[in-house]
């Protein structure tokens, strides 16, 4: 049998949680955060309780209406600690739990909506992500997916390059369709001594396909970008990229 590949945050669990912090870092509050409780006022506008799969140090539940009920697994016993450590909500629980593990078992709730947010790529086998939610979710429950965009941030594989005959800044895409397991050295000054995570990359069509075998239908896809603006010389080339590139792809599906 294939050994399963840890890809826990636990070992650098201690970064993590200070770089995120209270209220998230940067994408999480300009971009991600606002962007999936809009999402979640138009496609789940009655939803009350939602499961966070890979909730990491617990941003998402944090930044929920209060009266919500809220129920977030992760991987990482050390964030979990960090989540629970900073949420005096009766009505929120977390779990240490492989959102991919079939016989992930979180009692017999079933909740309105579930999300994986900046998570989806850090697991091996995406699938067994939707077969769980599916599981949890009440009929027609929505799931939230937050991803690096698949077509533009490919770790190893996408990378920003100048035209200088055309100036203009454009992405190098080096593969695409092939699936990809890649390391990411997470502090990368300290070379061969730097923890590391994993990255998944799957073409879009991938994700669609798995959504339908575990009986989701895509509701709709949104494309977000970076907030960031360059200032000098090639601000003009950079911040235009910036807004032809996105960033982001957010997925909602509903349970059929
Ligand atoms: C980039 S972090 C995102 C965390 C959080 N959703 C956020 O937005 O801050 C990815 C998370 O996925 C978790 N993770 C990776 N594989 C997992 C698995 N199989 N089951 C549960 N959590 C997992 C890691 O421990 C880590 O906390």
Not at 101 to 127: I, M, R, S, T
Not at 169 to 192: A, D, N, T
Not at 219 to 239: D, F, H, I, T, Y
Request: proline share 6%; hydrophobic share 40%.
């Amino acid at each position: 049998m294939r050994k399963k590949t840890d890809t826990s945050w636990q070992p650098v669990a201690g970064w993590y949680k200070k770089s995120v912090g209270k209220e998230g870092h940067t994408y999480h509050q300009e971009v991600v955060l606002p962007g999936l409780l809009s999402l979640l006022k138009i496609h789940a506008p009655k939803a009350q309780s939602l499961l966070d799969l890979a909730c990491g140090q617990g941003v998402l539940a944090r930044s929920l209406p209060q009266e919500w009920r809220y129920a977030g697994v992760d991987l990482s016993p050390s964030l979990i600690a960090f989540a629970k450590q900073h949420d005096r909500s009766a009505l929120h629980r977390y779990y240490v739990g492989d959102i991919t593990d079939p016989a992930l078992d979180l009692g017999k709730e079933l909740f309105d909506c579930a999300a994986v947010v900046l998570a989806l790529q850090n697991v091996e086998e995406p699938h067994q992500v939707f077969a769980n939610a599916a599981r949890c979710l009440k009929s027609s429950g929505t799931l939230f997916l937050i991803l690096n965009h698949p077509c533009f941030r490919i770790p190893r594989q996408s990378f920003w390059q100048v035209d200088e005959q055309k100036k203009c800044r454009f992405r190098r895409l080096e593969s695409y369709l092939s699936p990809m397991k890649i390391p990411v050295q997470m502090h990368p000054s300290q070379g061969k001594d730097s923890p590391v995570t994993w990255s998944f990359h799957h073409p879009l069509s991938s994700y669609s396909q798995w959504l339908f075998e575990s009986g989701f239908a895509i509701e709709v896809m949104q494309e977000w970008c970076s907030p960031k603006e360059s200032q000098g010389r090639l601000a003009k080339m950079e911040n235009r990229s910036r807004q032809e590139f996105p960033l982001f792809l957010a997925i909602v599906a509903r349970k059929r």
